[in-house]
Structure formats: C-alpha cells, structure tokens
C-alpha cells in the first residue's frame, strides 16, 4: 500500500519527505488515508482492484459541483484507476461545524440545485456504493428515474434474489404507473447523487464541504428525499435550502418514490433489513 501512497504523491507532484501517514475513515469500499509531507496535507483513497473508472469518475462529479461555484469540495490533485494501484489524492479537509454551517449548507445547495444541465442523468455509468449504476442522456426525468434508476435495482433484486414474489409484482405495477407521480419535465438540476449525513463535512470556518459524489443531472427534489431518509441535516438546513429554493407542493407525494431508489440500493447491498421499509412505500403506492 505504502507504494501506492507513494505514486499518489507523485502524481500530486510531491515527492518531499512523509512527515505522518495514519489511516482514517473513508467508507467501507476503500483504504483512506491522512499524509503530511514536507509540502502539504493530502486525503488519500486507494483501491487494490477496482471498478471501471472509479476514481475518474469520482473526480469528475467533484469537478462538476466545483464549476457552479456555490458549494466547496476538495480540491482533486491527482487519481489514477490502475489496477492494483488506483487512488484519488484530496486535499486535506479539516474545521468545527457552527451554529451557522448547516443553514449554510442549505443555502448553498439550493443555489448549486439552480444550476442545470440541458437534459437528466449523465453520460457515464457511475456506482452508488459498491453497485453499479447503468446511466444515459435522457430528455425525460420520468424515463431517466424509471429505466436507469429504479428498473435497474429491480434487475438487481431479482438477480440477488431479494426482489420477488409478491415485492416483484408491486415493483413491476408501480413502473408502469410511475408517471402519475413523477414528472417527465423536471429541470435537470445539478445533483450530488449520493447526499446522506456521511457525504458532507465541515472545513476550515465550518464552512460545509460535499464529499464523495455520485452525480447526475436530474429532479432536485430526488436529492432532498435522500436528505430525509437516514438523517444528518437539521431543520436549519431546510429552512436555509427552502428560503434560497423552495420545494414544490407535489414534493411529499412524490418524496417516498424517490427514496425508494436508495432504499433498493440498501436491499441490494445489505438485504433483508431494509425490506420492510421497501415493502411500505410499494404498498402505499400500487396496495
């Protein structure tokens, strides 16, 4: 590992001495660390085998948020998706959340969300965790959300088994009836794509910082859903995000169908723990 840490600092044009290196929570999918060297600090993730395009495309939604110049991220200073040595070189983030940085990230999302692409999801296949996740340029919200996005974890499921019997039959009635709830003419807003309470942190000042993304252009209200499902925002956050941007008066009908999406990711991932919660939104839907 500590070769590949090397490389990373090579390719970040810093071969000055390591003064500390330790190893720091990054997720379960990837080996984090801190380095200090003579010239800066770095947050550094490794992968020994990883998928297509990982790292790059990791870079790239940090590069898109950075260009709407409303919300921080770190800087990007290298990656490479080599096999055996792939990494991603940050910027070493550090700071105390205030009594302001939640209202802060609020307002400063919504004025990321006013910014759109010309047509929903992206040109790539990116990952939601460790899944893949099949994309495509779509002129249709409801056609992107409905094929890329829910049909795709529907295969998954019943790939893995865990969509089945009666849970299939409701997936398969609520596609066919998706867009009695889910518009096709969304503005395709910038998004995150993956915005939990673990993708956000605090920087110098508490000023908020967006971390490991999943991006894609879309619906903004699909990103405030998820925003709701595990937690980690306090009502400030809404209320800053609501006074820049506020949400549409459909968005608590529709609230449950976007976070079915990630709550089919977890099925996918995890199992049978979150069947329950998958199960409730399908028989609010479709009985």
Request: glycine letters at 8%; charged letters at 25%; one cysteine or more.
């Amino acid at each position: 590992m500590k070769i590949t840490l090397l490389k990373a600092l090579a390719a970040a044009a810093d071969q000055t001495a390591i003064r500390k290196m330790k190893r720091v929570r990054g997720g379960s999918i990837n080996e984090s660390f801190f380095v200090e060297t003579e010239k800066n600090k770095y947050f550094i993730k490794c992968h020994p085998n990883p998928p297509k395009h990982f790292f790059s495309l990791e870079a790239k939604g940090l590069w898109y948020i950075k260009e709407t110049e409303t919300i921080s991220v770190p800087n990007v200073l290298a990656y490479s998706d080599e096999k055996e040595a792939a990494f991603l070189v940050l910027e070493w983030i550090e700071g105390q959340e205030t009594k302001n940085t939640q209202a802060t990230l609020g307002h400063q999302l919504a004025a990321m969300h006013e910014h759109a692409g010309m047509k929903h999801g992206f040109p790539k296949d990116t990952y939601i965790g460790i899944l893949p996740q099949p994309n495509g340029i779509y002129d249709s919200w409801l056609e992107y959300y409905r094929d890329r996005r829910l049909r795709t974890q529907l295969e998954l499921g019943i790939e893995h088994n865990m969509i089945t019997g009666k849970r299939r039959e409701q997936m398969e009635r609520l596609l066919q009836r998706l867009g009695d709830w889910i518009p096709g003419d969304a503005k395709p807003s910038y998004l995150h794509g993956d915005l939990w309470g673990g993708n956000w942190m605090s920087g110098p000042g508490g000023r908020p910082y967006l971390i490991d993304p999943s991006f894609l252009f879309g619906d903004r209200h699909f990103e405030i859903a998820f925003t709701e499902l595990f937690g980690g925002f306090s009502q400030a956050f809404y209320r800053a995000y609501s006074d820049r941007f506020s949400l549409d008066s459909h968005y608590e009908e529709k609230k449950p169908l976007y976070q079915l999406y990630y709550l089919l990711v977890h099925l996918n991932i995890f199992g049978e723990l979150y069947g329950t919660q998958v199960d409730a939104v399908l028989k609010r839907y479709v009985g």
